[in-house]
């Protein structure tokens, strides 16, 4: 009997019942089957040796695909695990969970004897044992009372909790390869040899099924690709995320520290200081050339206001709350209520929207402990945030002109960025109507733009659909920062209203904007994506003056007033040090220019000029180094 097949092209193919979709692959080119890791069969995923029995919509899983590198990397999960139970004994070990991440997977145990980096290697080469075995990896279907019996003989409690969890009606696997089996769904590698590159990278504690109340277990963190140059190429990129890492740079670079008197809460020091400055005045400048009015609104408010905004219902599990004069207060997660209120405070008529609302705000929000990391992740921030006032007819417009301003300043930091837009999420506020409309103004934006971009369907703001900016950085990584939210709901909940031509009110619609996102968080990533080296206009420190010996600190001085003068950030190396030494300590600090001064440059008036990047520039006068600084700085505020 034969069943016919669909293919992703939309090609039909007849094959005889039973065939796999590993011979599905081969009768349509051998090299296809030589990429095949898995199939999909009407989107479900399945082994290369799955069998065919009815009509079916197939697809080929292959290695360079998404799903393919999944596979690979779950596979080499359970490689690790079987490398662990041979190295420390069966029974010296309990499995928990293995499943693939990012950039990689992981596999939770329970062992008594800690594990640390340096055993690493003995688990690597006990992998690579079993890999060159080319164990198959082969799937059973077991029933659930199977299941339990198998792993209660086996002495796996952390299994059986997961058997137990599982829904009533679930298909229960067990995929085996040699001497060891595991819970899984799959699917999987036909057989381990077809692991072709991977790498232990650490060791970590990990609450079991992320729940602090639950045993710590030990976590190994690995990669794997499906060529060793793949892997080289990720492996460097993690030893330059590691120099680069922001939080060993602001500690070298005096950016900011942390404390444990106020944890996940940044501390600026002077030189970070200034750059959280710099960025402020370089949006602060673009938004009032935008017609934006800046306002504060207070850090704590009535917890009245938080359930008139629906921020109570939620975000409530991460707000910080407290009491004064026997009422509830809370610290704002989000500055939107305040600005609803400033918006309130006073009549408006239509001739004077839109209304653009800017504030450098900070925002409180309680992240556990184990989540805090660094800048990226912290729990008092800076939003760049601005809510814009609009008729229904300005809407595309004013999103349109935030898109602008977004890629400008972008730009200016030299980055590239992809585009979400984010549809309805289930604990969504409002009506559907209203969601439809909003979605569709942000989708005809894009598309009028030209804009690619993808949906993530569910992932907008309680109140409203969102297009997300996601930059990529010197490494390639992606950061969501930049947002516009197109709200109808919270102009209802504060009755929002404005006087239209018709002389009667009118509600108005808000759009939530933020560029940096977080500045704090922004700062992280500029440090990384630069790492440390800031460009010009953005650097603490612009110029180093280094005079050859004390002799000449007096004429280093008067350099520093005259540079000070014209605005440019300088600093002046009086140690009593060689001149090769303070050069050296200037390029650690990674400053942009360093001037050296000595006899003949105090007799000229002039300074010796060294620039990060391009070396001996040679003498300038003191009004010739000003300009080229001063007129540099410009221009890379411009554009990057």
Not at 124 to 146: C, F, G, T, W
Not at 311 to 317: A, F, I, P, S
Not at 364 to 390: I, K, P, W
Not at 513 to 535: N, Q
Request: aromatic share 8%; hydrophobic share 35%.
């Amino acid at each position: 009997m034969e069943i016919n097949v669909i293919l992703p092209d939309g090609t039909s193919r007849r094959y005889p019942q039973g065939t796999t979709i590993e011979q599905v692959a081969e009768s349509i080119s051998s090299s296809l089957k030589k990429q095949a890791v898995a199939g999909k069969i009407n989107g479900k995923p399945v082994d290369l040796n799955w069998a065919l029995n009815h009509d079916s919509h197939i697809e080929i899983v292959t290695l360079d695909s998404k799903d393919g590198l999944e596979i690979v990397r779950h596979s080499t999960a359970h490689v690790l695990a079987q490398a662990i139970k041979r190295i420390y004994g069966d029974k010296a070990v309990r499995l928990g969970i293995g499943p693939v991440i990012e950039d990689g997977f992981y596999y939770d145990i329970d062992i008594e004897t800690p594990l640390s980096s340096d055993d690493l290697a003995s688990i690597e080469q006990e992998m690579e044992r079993i890999i060159q075995e080319n164990l198959p990896i082969v799937r059973r279907v077991v029933s659930r009372a199977e299941a339990l019996e198998i792993f209660a003989e086996r002495d796996e409690p952390l299994k059986l909790e997961l058997i137990r969890d599982l829904p009533q009606d679930d298909v229960i696997t067990i995929y085996d390869q040699g001497e060891f089996f595991d819970l899984c769904r799959g699917p999987h590698l036909p057989s381990t040899g077809r692991i072709k590159a991977f790498k232990l990278l650490n060791v970590a504690g990990a609450y079991w099924r992320g729940d602090s109340n639950n045993k710590m277990l030990q976590r190994i963190y690995g990669t794997a690709f499906p060529k060793k140059s793949q892997l080289e190429e990720h492996l460097h990129r993690l030893e330059e995320a590691k120099k680069r890492d922001h939080r060993k740079l602001g500690k070298e670079l005096g950016l900011f520290m942390f404390s444990e008197e106020a944890p996940g809460m940044p501390f600026y020091l002077p030189k970070g200081m200034t750059i959280r400055t710099e960025l402020e005045h370089f949006a602060r400048e673009l938004q009032r050339q935008r017609d934006y009015d800046e306002v504060r609104t207070p850090l704590m408010m009535n917890n009245r206001l938080w359930e008139q905004s629906g921020h109570w219902d939620h975000y409530k599990d991460n707000m910080y709350f407290t009491d004064v004069d026997a009422t509830k207060y809370a610290l704002k997660p989000m500055n939107c209520p305040g600005h609803m209120l400033i918006f309130k405070n006073s009549l408006h008529s239509y001739r004077e929207l839109p209304i653009r609302i800017a504030e450098f705000g900070q925002v409180h929000r309680h992240e556990f402990s184990g989540a805090l990391n660094g800048m990226m992740r912290v729990r008092t921030f800076c939003q760049d945030d601005a809510h814009l006032f609009v008729r229904p007819d300005q809407i595309e417009e004013e999103i349109s002109r935030v898109i602008a301003l977004i890629d400008h300043i972008y730009q200016v930091f030299g980055f590239e960025y992809t585009i979400e837009l984010s549809t309805r999420p289930e604990d969504s506020m409002g009506s559907e109507e209203l969601w439809n409309l909003a979605e569709q103004s942000l989708q005809n934006v894009l598309d009028k733009r030209g804009i690619e971009y993808r949906i993530n369907a569910g992932d907008g703001a309680f109140y409203g659909p969102k297009i997300d900016f996601h930059i990529l950085d010197a490494l390639k990584r992606s950061w969501q920062c930049g947002t516009i939210q197109l709200d109808f709901q919270m102009p209802e909940k504060f009755d929002l209203s404005y006087i239209g031509e018709d002389s009667q009110k009118h509600r108005p619609v808000v759009i939530h904007r933020a560029v940096y996102g977080s500045v704090d968080r922004f700062i992280g990533i500029l440090t990384e994506h630069f790492s440390g080296a800031f460009p010009l206009w953005l650097a603490p420190v612009q110029a180093k003056l280094l005079p050859v010996s004390e002799e000449y600190s007096d004429y280093a001085c008067q350099v520093k007033k005259s540079l000070e003068e014209t605005g440019i950030r300088v600093e002046v190396d009086m140690r009593n040090e060689r001149l090769g030494y303070k050069i050296r300590e200037a390029q650690r600090e990674k400053v942009p220019y360093m001037l050296v001064l000595g006899e003949n440059e105090e007799k000229s008036g002039s300074v010796s000029v060294r620039k990060r990047g391009e070396g001996d520039l040679g003498s300038m006068s003191i009004l010739e180094l000003t300009n080229q600084i001063v007129e540099e700085a410009r221009a890379k505020k411009q554009t990057e």
